[in-house]
């Protein structure tokens, strides 16, 4: 946990400063809009990841399966989309550096990925968990022992969520 609590400070600096400078150019709205959702997400990227690592009871435990469930999701819905917007930002610094900027192409496509990562994560979390479908299917068996005439059996299975 050490290494991602190093990798989730570092990430929050520089996406901060991808952010800052992309959208301090522009319009005072929209710049206050993006920092106002960057902010919410970084209080609930922290929030899980504190209770996840602070977590002291049995690894089994309802509650640590949706922490870490939760902490899974923030990862591949926020972070990884983070770390690509990051990496193609300073990418662009690193193709301008002697002009002393960044490009803004390669920030727009990183503001562009993360956003749709972000929106398609959420979409399939959010409307996808309840796609869930029943299916009854009678098995007749010979010499039955009668005693478990009526018997039902549950398997539930490829819970992808």
């Given at each position: 946990?050490?290494?991602?609590?190093?990798?989730?400070?570092?990430?929050?600096?520089?996406?901060?400063?991808?952010?800052?400078?992309?959208?301090?150019?522009?319009?005072?709205?929209v710049y206050f809009i993006v920092m106002a959702a960057h902010f919410a997400m970084s209080i609930w990227i922290w929030?899980?990841?504190?209770?996840?690592?602070?977590?002291?009871?049995?690894?089994?435990?309802?509650?640590?399966?949706?922490?870490?469930?939760?902490?899974?999701?923030?990862?591949?819905?926020?972070?990884?989309?983070?770390?690509?917007?990051?990496?193609?930002?300073?990418?662009?610094?690193?193709?301008?550096?002697?002009?002393?900027?960044?490009?803004?192409?390669?920030?727009?496509?990183?503001?562009?990925?993360?956003?749709?990562?972000?929106?398609?994560?959420?979409?399939?979390?959010?409307?996808?968990?309840?796609?869930?479908?029943?299916?009854?299917?009678?098995?007749?068996?010979?010499?039955?022992?009668?005693?478990?005439?009526?018997?039902?059996?549950?398997?539930?299975?490829?819970?992808?969520?």
């Amino acid at each position: 946990m050490l290494i991602l609590l190093v990798f989730l400070l570092i990430l929050e600096v520089l996406t901060f400063l991808t952010l800052s400078e992309y959208f301090s150019t522009g319009r005072k709205p929209v710049y206050f809009i993006v920092m106002a959702a960057h902010f919410a997400m970084s209080i609930w990227i922290w929030v899980i990841f504190i209770r996840t690592a602070t977590y002291d009871g049995f690894f089994d435990e309802p509650r640590n399966v949706t922490l870490r469930l939760n902490l899974a999701w923030v990862m591949t819905g926020i972070i990884i989309p983070r770390f690509i917007l990051t990496a193609l930002h300073f990418t662009g610094r690193l193709f301008r550096l002697r002009k002393k900027g960044y490009s803004k192409i390669l920030t727009g496509w990183g503001i562009l990925i993360a956003a749709l990562a972000f929106i398609v994560l959420a979409a399939g979390s959010l409307i996808g968990r309840f796609n869930l479908s029943t299916e009854e299917v009678k098995i007749k068996i010979r010499d039955l022992d009668p005693r478990l005439e009526g018997l039902r059996i549950v398997h539930i299975s490829d819970l992808h969520l």
